[in-house]
């Protein structure tokens, strides 16, 4: 169903601590065939929103729905047989497993199709072939997050939710990766990823959303939000670090305030 | 029964009670007030009764020191100062583990100091134990019951005495910087808090009050041997401290009274219940009895009777039981 | 000297099998089981009870004092109780886990079902040592004034072997690998479709074969009483810290250096103080190594 919904998030509440949301009736859509990026200060809730869609932290109240199934009703260990993979930020790979076996562990659904996945993923990742026997937690950096991303592919996603896949990497690495996801979306998976590099996020995406105070704020395709004045203050110009710190949320939540949504 | 054999199992019972009690305070300093998990609890109350039983006793033929026959006031505090000694010395070498290594450390110290009581005759007579321990103002009347009131008088002003010293203690900032220390090392280490230096002192202090807590014992019973510091020791008092409310000094009082209560009653009623026969199994049956007890206690009143007073500010501390936002754990 | 050796190595067999347990549920279910020497103690005396049944004494093969009776006895009392272990687990811990109960909850509520296991088995089985066959077994000198049993040799063999299948199921089968995923990164392994809760179980079943071989033999090498699991205890946890804690191998390595330290601590003079001469050892390395020997800093 080209074009159809693959995922339906509506006004989600949630959070870490009882009484203490950080989610606060947030609504996404994500369209198949896309690469959607959230963007947003920190404290906004885009990881709160990822844990809470896969399972990770439950929902409190609202609805998110994958290919029209109620992701509530799942078990964190079921999201990857319906075909939803996810790259946490830190802590994405088995560091001391080798990387065949992160990505068995990546198969663990679907283990007949294990050789011919491991060869598929192998050829998008060069690097990892060549180091297939070593501990995960050797690997360099750019290597791991593409282990990571790897893994998930292995179970076959339909969608892939990464949370912040260039934290930690050079600009150049960077790319490569956002490269990469490219030819993983060519290859027929939806994405939807967090990002603090914003600019080279938009620029392989097709929509964007900007969330504040746990709810969608702006949204839009990548290209209007990169041509933005607001976003461009807050994310992509030299205001970018000050984002970054949460400075730059405060100032931009008290211009929009609590009444807008 | 009448009246006068009442008063005598009553004052009996709280005697033995308010020993507890005065253990279940010092517990209630680590475990309850800085989250020290200590399983050697039997081990600091062993040190304070030794210590009381050689400092008051008499002269034994067969033992290297002895026969110094000192005030009891003297052996209460030379078991203070003896466990809290021994206190220091573990404390420094197991609170720098994590916190499950100390569980499993402190249950070395225990057994390997009633190992030490059983085999250093020299010093502790081994199985034999040390005896004819004396009790202060015994020779005022002869009636035991009149003694026992006598030596109640002391447990309750031992109690009091350590119940207002740990409230003072806890009220004041060094108590805040504890709890502080309990429910975020991180954040107490972030405020430039030496918190190995804390759980230290609190280690310490805790480990002497059990020790007071042998030496009412000792100079009670006048006779201790190594079977009366076995590993269950611990695990009543950590019942009762769970039971009474941890974190809450009234409440270690009263888990020793209530548990006490509880567990020499149903001592009395399985013996009254079971056939004669099978009398002998009458203390597994209890000890399982407790056991469920503790695991039921757990699972459905984490918090005990009396829940510990919110002195730190009630938002910053989750529902009771929860660790903490362990979304990590492998929960099912 | 080869004979504290020998004697230590022995000891350190049945060590490592009950601390293979205590390692796995310290690792994926993340506390110390307090109540593990029971598992063993419940185990042996279900072989007790199995070899009691069949009736035909224990059997011998060649100049082994044990044969198939005693062999047959341990599927049946592993999969006896691994069920107890299993039921205990749905009953007490998962219901903590699902409540979030911190780790020395957890602890507590080990301890006080360590103290209900002993008295059961008081209970059911009496206080006083049992034994599986009254039998005068045989020693030989295998090196130079050091003497062994045949039956001893067997014990270190059958712990050997059960270690390398332990190696090759962590390594190559799946579960084994899940495993290990959910003792690194319990969330990562949820991720990924791993079902903690089927992790969970095979954990408790292999600790749980395991602890009943180790008390099987120890009863047989030496006798059954409902405290010979709780005596090691403080023995297991020793080389479950010493390896280094998140390590199972080392956790081996451990056993075999507390069995060692033990047997030299006899061999000094110190045998009433062993269990504290190893403890406090173990103490002094971890003031100079706080991650144990094979362990990486937290």
Known sequence: MPGGNILEVRNVVSGYVPTLPILNGVSLDVKVGEIVTLLGPNGAGKSTLIKAIAGILKVWSGTAHFLGRDLTKFETHDLVREGLGYVPQTENVFAKLSVEENLEIGCLVNRKEYPRQRERIFELFPDLARQRSLAAGKLSGGQRQMLAVGRALMANPKLLMLDEPSAGLSPKLAQVVFSQLLKVRDAGVTILMVEQNARAALQISDRGYILAEGREHLQGDAASLLDNPEVGELFLGAKSRLAKTGLGAKSHLAKTGPGKS | MDFLSLLSFLTFFLIVASVYSVACLGLNMQWGFTGLFNVGVVGFFAIGAYASAILTGPDYPDTLLGGFGLPVIVGFAGAVIAAGLAGLLVGFVTLRLREDFLAISTFGIAISIQLVALNFSRLTRGPDGLYSLPKPFSGVSTSVLVDNLFYLAICAVSIGVVYWGLERMVRSPWGRVLRAIREDETAALALGKNVFRYRLQAFVVGCAVMGLSGALYANFVGFISPQDFIPIFTFQVFIMLIVGGSGNNLGAILGGVVVWALWSGSGALIAGILPPTIQTQAASVRIVLIGLGLVLMLLYRPAGILREKRIVSQEARLPDGVAGGRAAGPGD | ?298
Do not use: C
Not at chain 3, 94 to 106: F, G, P, V, Y
């Open chain 3, 1 to 298: 000297m080869m004979q504290f050796v020998l004697n230590g190595l022995v000891l350190a067999s049945t060590i490592a099998l009950g601390a293979v347990g205590l390692s796995m549920t310290y690792n994926i279910l993340r506390f110390a089981n307090f109540a593990h020497g029971e598992v063993i103690a419940i185990g042996a005396y279900f072989s007790l009870a199995v070899v009691t049944l069949i009736g035909a004494g224990v059997g011998s093969i060649g100049p082994i004092a044990f044969g198939w009776p005693l062999l047959v006895s341990l599927p049946i009392s592993i999969f006896v109780t691994s069920m107890i272990i299993l039921l205990v687990d749905a009953l007490v811990f998962r219901q903590l886990r699902n409540k979030n109960a911190t780790r020395i909850t957890l602890i507590m509520a080990a301890f006080g079902l360590s103290l209900m296991g002993r008295s059961l088995i008081t209970l059911f089985a009496g206080g006083d040592p049992k034994y599986y066959e009254f039998s005068i077994r045989k020693v030989f000198e295998l090196f130079p004034g050091a003497k062994i049993g045949p039956d001893e040799l067997a014990v270190m063999g059958i712990a050997a072997s059960a270690f390398i299948g332990l190696y090759f199921y962590l390594s190559r089968t799946i579960m084994g690998k899940s495993m290990r995923a959910v003792a690194e990164n319990p969330v990562l392994a949820r991720i990924n479709g791993i079902d903690t809760r089927q992790v969970i179980r095979w954990t408790w079943i292999i600790g749980t074969a395991f602890a009943t071989v180790g008390g099987t033999f120890l009863g047989h090498i030496e006798q059954l009483r409902p405290e010979m699991g709780f005596d090691l205890l403080l023995l297991m946890f020793a080389a479950l810290i010493l390896g280094g804690a998140g390590n199972l191998y080392g956790t081996v390595l451990g056993a075999i250096l507390v069995g060692l330290i033990d047997s030299m601590s006899v061999a000094i003079g110190l045998s009433a103080y062993r269990a504290a001469v190893v403890f406090m050892v173990i103490m002094l390395i971890l003031l100079v190594r706080p991650q144990g020997l094979l362990g990486e800093k937290a």
